[in-house]
């Protein structure tokens, strides 16, 4: 069955960076287009960002371009979403997500807080 577990998550003051990966299993990643979605705290769950299945292609929302930077790596069926310059406002649980599909994982927390 379809799995994907995100990591990385965790309590970083404003400024600071993370990265998170998705590792995924259960489907054929490489043919996967895939996205990073968040919900904070009484808000809809948005999209960060996307990324094609060979990587060549991605998207990002106006709020985090030219901080985050979302990769993959096939060969290890991993997603990864670096965060930099991280802000209040990036607080919420981070999901990944199989684009065009309901598979979810269950999300990690990032907190930003001083």
């Known amino acids: 069955q379809v799995q994907l577990v995100e990591s990385g998550g965790s309590l970083v003051q404003p400024g600071g960076s993370l990265r998170l990966s998705c590792a995924a299993s259960?489907?054929?990643?490489?043919?996967?287009?895939m996205s990073w979605y968040r919900q904070a705290p009484g808000k809809e769950r948005e999209l960060v960002a996307g990324?094609?299945?060979?990587?060549?292609?991605?998207n990002y929302a106006n709020s985090v371009k030219g901080r985050f930077t979302i990769s993959r790596d096939n060969a290890k069926n991993t997603m990864y979403l670096q965060m930099n310059s991280l802000k209040p406002e990036d607080t919420a649980v981070y999901y990944c997500?199989?684009?065009?599909?309901?598979?979810w994982g269950q999300g990690t927390q990032v907190t930003v807080s001083s």
């Open positions: 990324i094609s299945s060979g990587g060549s292609s991605t």
């Open positions: 259960g489907f054929t990643f490489s043919r996967s287009a």
């Open positions: 997500n199989v684009q065009w599909t309901p598979y």
